[in-house]
């Protein structure tokens, strides 16, 4: 059959029609014998791989592990592009049967770095660390917690990559320091980061040392090992300072590192509170890496806060110099975005009790409340989310402060209103809604002149704002805010928050328009399995669907559904639209 691979373009439907039985669509799925026997006899070629990277997704555990190892073991891996050996990669990782993980796990480890003279970074390099951090990252994962049975595969020479020796391999210099693991495993040595030596960094070197600090400082661990020198760490990362991804990395290392030594902790702590200010303008990831740190370093909360409002308040300076005056340059907004991105990840991290406490109360007047009531809509979204987030922290804040979600909800931009209505039902079901003054069902009568809604209160206003997104998706022009008042006014009801069949009703009609999310159709098709099923008031529950039956069996009948491809092009293009504002905003970062 591998001739057949080579010759004109004709014979290869001699090949399809032997692959047929690789990629049938149930039901007509033969048996997994039938399957596994193509799989074996079909040529591996360039043209046929993707037939082999499907059948690592197969129903039949006996053919997942026979394509991995085609595809690992038996064939180079240089055959497979890139994009092909993220897939096998992806599809091996996320392998949830025990006995075919352990075959991807094996093949990782022996043949795969085997095929590499033993240089992770060159299989790092392979999948892309940028691109696909998190997947790179349980790859090494996968390595490292093996490193015992890879080591003595080495030194037994039993390693089935066509005369590839570890043993020789590490004994030479390696970057990744797999040298040093083989030294560890054999004399039980004290082994140190020679930092110095790593001045040229890489990507795929940075994230290997990241992952190799937090392995060996486990507790499941029994190397000992000791970690590298803060200040020589401090060096590097100012050297690396102008790439982001090598520079998280590195900063990275810090929640592993014994901070007893007093200089090293001096040093390393000034360098984060020089560096949270830039990273807070170009890099949310590394400006949570910074905060992870320094949590590290100030493990006494009031302490972290004090440092931080120092650091917001240095990077408000321009701001006081304006002297009051409305903020509009780009200058003046990246540091208003930068002063809400710290406080944002201040308080995503702070505990309940420090609601009080009179730094957080300082940034909530000098900054969140200054940045909501913004003129340029990025600065007020960034306040809103500071604002939610500090109103989580106690019931008295989430009652004094509603009134500004309201009117997010009634007069602001989409975005703005999106991160309004996460607030509200965070809030909601976080403190209770009747703690809020929101009502636990719909009033019987709805208000029709401006006088009445002026007699409203903040709570009934907000229950009618939230209750607005479950109505027609394309007379708001905004899709998102349908699922998350659906999603929330689900949790809501789970967690008895309220008991209103014509609430109940409007979710049900969600469930049957066609032009809800499958996502949203899964997550109420849960809810209303468990809410009817679960908890010791579920009689109360199943009367309460009872109830909302008829109410739902008119609105469907009556509903003025949308031709569905009309909206589907209409999401297209409200997609494409934030795509492009996303690449415009990262181009302009």
């Not at 993980?101 to 022996?110: P, Q, R, S, V």
């Not at 003595?152 to 040298?179: I, M, Q, S, W």
């Not at 054999?186 to 600090?213: D, G, I, P, S, V």
Request: a negative charge.
């Amino acid at each position: 059959l591998l001739s057949f691979d080579d010759a004109p373009c004709s014979s290869f439907s001699v090949i399809f029609e032997f692959s047929l039985p690789l990629f049938i669509d149930p039901p007509l799925t033969p048996r997994s014998a039938v399957r596994l026997a193509a799989l074996n006899a079909l040529p591996y070629s360039a043209r046929t791989v993707p037939d082999f990277i499907k059948r690592t997704r197969d129903v039949s555990t006996e053919v997942r592990s026979r394509a991995f190892c085609i595809l690992l073991k038996d064939n180079p891996i240089s055959v497979l592009s890139h994009d092909d050996l993220v897939q096998v990669v992806r599809s091996g990782i996320s392998e949830r049967t025990a006995e075919v993980k352990e075959t991807f796990d094996l093949l990782i480890c022996t043949t795969v770095l085997a095929s590499v003279n033993g240089d992770i970074t060159k299989i790092l390099g392979r999948v892309n660390v940028r691109t696909n951090e998190e997947l790179c990252c349980q790859v090494i994962r996968v390595i490292l917690e093996n490193t015992q049975t890879l080591l003595a595969c080495a030194y037994n020479h039993t390693v089935p990559a066509e005369g590839k020796d570890f043993g020789k391999c590490a004994e030479r210099e390696d970057p990744t320091g797999l040298a040093i693991m083989v030294k560890i495993a054999n004399t039980k040595a004290h082994a140190t980061f020679e930092t110095h030596t790593y001045q040229e960094l890489t990507a795929e070197l940075a994230l290997f040392w990241r992952l190799y600090c937090e392995h060996v400082s486990s507790p499941e661990d029994t190397i000992d090992i000791t970690l590298p020198d803060i200040s020589a760490v401090c060096v590097l990362i100012r050297k690396h300072a102008g790439d982001i991804f090598i520079s998280r990395q590195l900063v990275l290392l810090g929640k592993h590192m014994d901070f007893g030594d007093e200089i090293g902790r001096t040093n390393m702590s000034s360098l984060l509170r020089e560096m949270l200010p830039v990273a807070a303008k170009a890099s949310d990831e590394l400006s949570a890496a910074i905060l992870s740190v320094l949590r590290n370093i100030y493990p006494n909360e009031d302490e972290l806060n004090g440092v931080v409002s120092e650091v917001i308040a240095d990077a408000r300076e321009p701001l006081e110099e304006t002297c009051g005056k409305v903020a509009e340059g780009e200058a003046e907004v990246q540091v208003w975005r930068c002063c809400c991105t710290i406080t944002k990840l201040l308080l995503q991290a702070a505990s309940k009790r420090t609601h009080e406490d009179p730094i957080l109360g300082g940034l909530l007047k000098s900054v969140v409340l200054p940045a909501v009531t913004h003129v340029n809509p990025a600065v007020r979204e960034g306040g809103v989310s500071c604002l939610g987030l500090f109103c989580l922290l106690h019931l008295k804040p989430a009652q004094d402060y509603l009134f500004l979600f309201v009117r997010v909800l009634q007069h602001d931009t989409s975005p703005l209103k999106m991160l309004a209505l996460k607030a509200l039902f965070d809030m909601a079901v976080a403190f209770g809604s009747t703690s809020l003054g929101i009502p636990d069902a719909l009033p019987t009568q709805t208000p029709t002149s401006v006088a009445a809604s002026s007699e409203q209160s903040e709570g009934e206003k907000a229950l009618d704002e939230m209750v607005h997104f479950l109505g027609h998706p394309e007379e708001l022009g905004i899709t998102d805010g349908n699922n998350i008042a659906a999603e929330g006014f689900a949790k809501l009801f789970y967690v008895g928050a309220l008991k209103c069949c014509a609430l109940l009703s409007k979710l049900s009609v969600v469930f049957f328009d066609p032009r809800s999310c499958d996502r949203l159709k899964q997550c109420l098709n849960v809810f209303f399995i468990t809410y009817a099923f679960s908890r010791r008031s579920h009689r109360s529950h199943q009367d309460l669907l009872v109830g909302c039956f008829m109410q739902t069996i008119r609105a469907v009948l009556t509903f003025n559904f949308v031709n569905k491809q009309q909206f589907q092009q209409q999401q297209q293009q409200q997609q494409q639209q934030q795509q492009q504002e996303q690449q415009q905003q990262q181009q302009q970062q």
